[in-house]
């Protein structure tokens, strides 16, 4: 079991790494609104450094460990013994999401673990027999599955895109397991039954590429041209975030792995019932389609210019019982919230973790 280090160490801890911060300028860049925010605490800007995005271009030497039935590649930056935080990227992109992030938590005494999610990166099956399996339950269940091979009992979760999806499903179905949770758009569990409902003419033209991936022609187009469609995804979803070739190229390199596109087609088929997922895991299912209530504290993050579809917040608040708040962040902020926004989503980290 992890050694947790206690509020007041945290709190010693930071207090010898920072000076006064520029709270003004931090206060212009990122402007928050939420329904709940005096139920948290807000982190003193002078506790985290400012940072510009896009400050950070790489991690440590990565790791691998067997964990389930992966062998994880992921990142870790932090004290050993300092509490734990597990930040969870989504598609189209990888663990630079968190590059900037990683660095102002560990810097505040967090632990950080941001691991590759099946089907990117270093991440590998460890067995070819393996169903390359993305629906939901189990790409969550890699997390925990992490979690059990680092000996992490409990920590806080937080996610984007699937990622977020992943740490909903967590916190939901082993609370005992997490600590607070940060999602950015909310409260993304779903079901198959779900996916059957048509949506407006708007918000259908918002997944068109999981409509091309149904297609055969999609698969192959994706597999062909995977770069240039993630990239265009990047474009859609953060239309002002002026991500440079570089920044875009550092993550693509991990949609080369050799079960990405398998996982990709699976996961979006999976959502609209037009591939199945494996019996095993039907019970778990079963769970999720009951949209279970979130109890642990946690904060919900969404940018003002997400170009991707998302929820509003007025819609999910009630399936956080626990100690609750949403934050909107300011500033042209995307789909990618962590990365454009690498100060807000460590704030709100800090925030949730130290109820």
Known sequence: M?????????????????????MTIAAAQFGMIGSADAKFGKTKLAELPTIKPGTHKSFAPLKQIDAGLLNVGYAEAGPADGPTVILLHGWPYDIHSFVDVAPLLASAGYRVIVPYVRGYGTTRFLSSDTV???????????VIALMDALKIQKATIGGFDWGARSADIVAALWPERVNALVSVSGYLIGSQEAGKTPLPPKAELQ??????????????GYDKYRHDYTKLIWQLASPK???DDATFDRSAAAFDN???????????RWRLGLAQGEPKYDELEKRLAEAPVITVPTITLEGDANGAS???????????????SHRTIKGGIGHNLPQEAPHAFAEAIVDVAEV
């Open 207 to 220: 997944w068109w590429y999981q409509y091309y991936f149904a297609t055969d022609r999609g698969r192959a």
């Open 258 to 268: 050799p079960d990405h596109v398998a996982i990709v087609i699976h996961n979006y």
């Open 241 to 243: 975030w002026g991500f």
């Open 2 to 22: 992890e050694k947790i280090m206690t509020s007041e160490k945290i709190d010693q801890h930071r207090r010898r790494l920072f000076g006064a911060a520029a």
């Open 132 to 142: 390359r399996n993305g629906q939901q339950s189990v790409v969550a269940l890699d």
């Open 310 to 324: 998302h929820p509003d917040p007025g819609s999910y608040a009630r399936k956080f019982s626990g100690k609750y």
